[in-house]
């Protein structure tokens, strides 16, 4: 086992995560979708790294693993806990897990679904210190007050139920659940992609607030372009189950390596009319996770794919540097592209 | 609306919303009041029959009902019914009745009467409505062709009729929590077991195959034993249905993000369970249990009637219907379909009360 | 489409084994040996049967061999010579009689399939929508009655009106003359004549049931967008119905026969029991009551077939009528 | 400002809905004008009342819901021998919902595409039926006429193989591809204005670009006017001409594209585009949220609408003077007491 760097505090190891596909009546598996094919990439403390990606393409999925809300098929999730011990979380069993539910958290996407609707704000915030036996009685109304307060929450609050809270305040809600057991990890998953723009906006400072006060490491997983460049330090892009490129924001909204991101970055719609400009309009449709193409699973919708393109897969690799951390992208041609970025 | 008007509602718990939603139904308040009171007659049964169900009078063979008055031709206040003449029809050779107002039969309340056990406990012998002379007649509800009081039979068979569909879901409910959770929580083969199951029962014509099963019922078990086996047959159909309500919640519960939010706080398979999901389909079961049982009720009247469920000493609605199975008795003695209202009414206000818990089942849909 | 159909087709298989087990160990269930009662009975009617006889039956069933044995003698029996064993009472295979009676039970089924669909169907429609009006209440609350009101209670409610107001007994499916008479057009218009009645009283029942099946699922299909959509292209409102929310309620609504059938079959048995009609029903009361097994476990087995495959006909049916089965 | 090439005007449109619960007013004061060929953007938050003004537009509000007040006022052109330039104003709000006039405008004059193209099609016919049937129900054709040019559509909006997918079921595409059929069938009767209600929201954006871009082209080609209601700025900001914001049911500000991101009048516009994260401005500070949130619709506001969230509220007036729409002399209108002359 490799030993993580002391700046790293998470890193993903060739992480599979394949899904069968069960049919008829005997629900035999006749093929397997690949939601996340082999990725790697490390986390740094007190950072926030962004994973972007179009529907399916898998981001959602690798959260969920690192979380081990699902066994992965194959691969590493090595972890350096508060005591500076390295586990790997891929490994564990569930009944060993319990220690690290307190130091990774998740933040929910559907602030409706993710709160149960006949618990109370203290029953739901209170749940994780409950079930750690960190807190109960009156101890545990004061720590919920507290964590209430902190997400901008009235305490007075707690006795209500959720149906009570806009969808903004539900979220804070779901926000005060995840830190509740002062995590060190908080997934992010689509925080703020259900709610309106202008609360959006309440929701995205309290996380950056909340992040400098508590020294959070993020992983902040959305298909919103425009959010993840605002709160990400770096930014991984995925492609049917793989990271195709990962740098650091600036590097990569200014300066990306990958045709994919390219092409991600020139669809998203600008806020301002004087920016118009020619869109690069992707042919055809997203590969199929259960049957991708050979080589690069770009290279249909690719203009710049060569030969080598249909049948050689890229690695992601390092293809530049920004002071210290390292740009990496998965394609051939990265080197000789000079690709369009998003400029200010 | 201020903030403090509005906290009733924001600190509102589930069963408050269900029950203020379930309100909205007056017709559903209305059948789950008549259902209270059939199942309190069902508890009260010594007390509210004036007679012995199986105490016969040779003297009244299909005598017709009798109105309960409260005043008489001179104004005076007292309940009593009227008397019978009865004559010998030379045709039919069949003893009739005509109601003789010449004769004032007095009744009383609280009357002392046959003694019982209330609940097999508690010795009594006060019976709610009787007449004073327990040697009068008094059919209020007409007599049977053993001169037997309908209208007692028609209450004790209230206790057996309710409770087989009470017992029969019950039953039916284990069954189906188990099995529907079962399929629902595991999925994969063995839902898919489940699932065939419940297929090839829902696809066998039910009536038949429990004829076949209770005709297979040893002729000499005790009443009791009959009771049981019959709720048992009829709870082994039944049970599917629940089931299928169980594993749909199970299955769109697990899918649900609080319920995942709940496993990333380290909760327990078990606390998941009983803590997260249960409470949200709780109110669905007791709706599905609500609308089984008229089923169950009238599988049971179904089957007694063709005489392959309960039979006498035992009596039930379908009992007494077994009563009126040919023409020529109800045209006779109409007053032997009266069970039958008995059925209707039960049957449709269970209905109505399910349809209404169904509505009200699920407070936060959006 | 037709690799449905064959998949459909092989799925019912296994149900058919369960449902023959099922009808077998009812014939099995009561007390005693079928061969020592059969004797008895024969020797009852002073018929000086010998332990020969008893003998042959015994070997002819099997009946000194495990139940496994019985049982696949049994299914042989059926499959290979049409012979559902020999019923206790008439001394007859159960083949030489009960055809008539099912077709007649069948006959019956049908046309009250046939009846429930036709009021359901528009009753229905008019409900969902016409959501909430008087005509809209006015079916629900029938509705409801009818779900509550078993068809047999219906049957004697309506049988002593008649008795009472026109002075008719009624009951049985045939006039006197035509009793015993062979099949001819007079007696099928003599069936007609007597056979709308009953058919009636089973298809208030289900029609109750399907009216409401169908106006929840019209309302579903009424709030989806594509109903706008077929609005927003400027189709008469009665044809956007029609064509699209109609259209889609039919699939839950042709489901139903899967159930709707056993529904029917149960209903036909105790209904016919009352009315004194010549089906499966008295016939299978009597058979349980004189536990004359094999008769009964007959009946049962060929009334459960027909309605399984009932249910795989409807199944077709469905994937026919919507693509997303079809094309799975 | 009334000339020829005006299209459709909306004029204090009003509609609510009477629930149980109170009377939800969706949409209370719209005004706007959307020119022949022309691109008009309406743009708010989830429950501003966009949709449903859209909806009001061909009369296909459902009860409880109603239009209340206000004029619809669509310039249709009368194409006597194909070339006649015969004006004839109707007022769509005026007509019966269902009636034959009514009718004869959807699909024909006025089509409309949805947000979700899965459940916006029929799941139980295919493609290529739904399109032939607006085609056959507007133009005297035969089935082989109304199929071929169904096809034909299809390979307009960008199908491969058009003549097999005319008899795919919408659920053996995806939906990128749904969302083109969609496109075909509302303009197979070549309308002179198409409503695209949140027509990408969705979709990925790839395929939002892709379908932007077609909208764009066949824009250009068919000489339509499109109206693009959308909660997403950038979009507007791509592709349309005017544009006018929405709040709770209410024009809030109308302006032409450039002038709204240049200058937002209306301090909610304003506090909107300070909320938004912009692709390329590399954390210039922290974002500016806009307090509170929309209110439930039960409880409107007193006076101006925005009131309770607006940082330059001027307690005693906003929370209490209801203001009007005022037209500006350079063509824009904003509803907001600070701006009052």
Redesign the interface.
Known sequence: MQTLTPEVMLEVNNLKMHFPIRKGFRQRVVGHVKAVDDVSFAVRRGETLGLVG??GCGKTTIGRCIMRAYDPTAGAILYCNAKNEQVDLAALKSSDLKPYRRELRMIFQDPYSSLNPRMTVLDIVGEPLKVHGVARGAELEDRVANLLKRVGLRPEYMRRYPHAF????RQRIGIARALALDPRIVVADEAVSAL???????I??LL?DLQAELNLTYLFIS?D???V??VADRVAVMYVGKIVELAE??AL?AQPKHPYTE??????????????SK????EG??ADPANPPRGCYFHPRCRYAEDRCKTETPALRAVGQVGNLSHFAACHRAEELNLR???? | ?NTEKETPVYVAPQWKLVWWKFRKHKLALVSGIVILLIYLVALFVEILAPFLPDQTNSKYLYAPPQSLHFVDEQGNWGLYVYGYTSKIDPVALRRTFEIDSSVKIPVGLLVEGVPYKLFNLIPGNRHLLAPLDPDQPMYLLGADRLGRDVLSRLIVGTRVSMSIGLVGVLLSLVLGILLGGLSGYYGGNIDNLIQRVIEFLRSIPSIPLWMGLSAALPLDWDPLRVYFAITVILSLIGWTGLARVVRGRFLSLREEDFVMAARLDGASEMRIILGHMLPAFTSHIIAAITLAIPGMILSETALSFLGLGLREPVVSWGVLLQNAQDIRSIATAPWLLIPALAVVVSVLALNFLGDGLRDAADPYAR | MLQYILRRALLMIPTLIVTSLVAYIIIELPPGDFATSYVANLAAQGDMASQETARVIREQYGLDQPATVRYLKWMQGILTQGNFGIAFELRQPVSSFIWERVWLTLALSLGSILITWALAFPIGIYSAVKQYSIGDYFFTFLGFIGIAVPGFLLALVLMYVQFKYLGQTSGGLFSSEFLTAPWSWDKVLDLLQHIWLPVIILAVGGTAELIRIMRANLLDELR???V??????????WRVLL??PV??AL?PFVSTIGWTLPFLVSGSIILSVVMNLPTTGPMLLRALQVQDMYLAGALILILSVLTIIGTLLSDILLAW????IR?Q | MKDESTLLEVKNLKTHFFLDEGTVKAVEGADLTIRRGGTLGVVG??GCGKSVMS?SI?Q?VESPGRIVAGQILFHRQLKCNGQSQMMDVIDLAALAP?SRAM??????EI??I?Q?PM???????TIGNQIE??IT??RRVDHATARRQAVDMLRRVGIPKPEERVDA?P??L?G??RQRA?IA?ALACHPSLLIADEPTTAL???????I??LIQELQRDLGMAVMLIT?????V??ICEEIVVMYLGEVVERAD??SL?REPLHPYTR???R??????????G?????QG??PDPY?RPVGCPFHP?CAQMMPGTCDRIHPELIERRDNRAVRCLLCEP
């Open positions: 179009e529907s806009s969808g903004g305040q309106d723009v202008s609360v959006q906006a309440q995205l400072n950056e298909h372009l425009s959010v460049e605002y924001t600036t909204f092409a991600l970055l020139s669809a998203v719609p600008k806020p301002d009319p004087t920016m118009r869109r690069i309009v992707l449709d997203v970025g998003v400029v200010s | 609306m | 989806k967008p594509y706008i959509t077929a609005r927003a292209k400027g189709l008469p409102e064509k699209y259209r889609l699939n009528l919507d693509p997303r094309y | 938050e989830s909806y061909l296909l269902n009718r004869d405008i959807r699909g024909e089509a409309m949805f979700e459940t916006s099609l029929s799941p139980v016919h049937e607006v129900l507007h079921y659920f053996q995806s990128g591809m969609m069938m990925d954006v790839t395929t939002q670009a892709q932007l871009e909660h997403n700025l950038g979009m900001a791509e594209v450039f991101f506090a909107l585009l909320s938004i994260p912009r692709l390329g401005q590399i954390k210039q922290r974002l500016d949220p806009i949130a929309v409880n969230r």
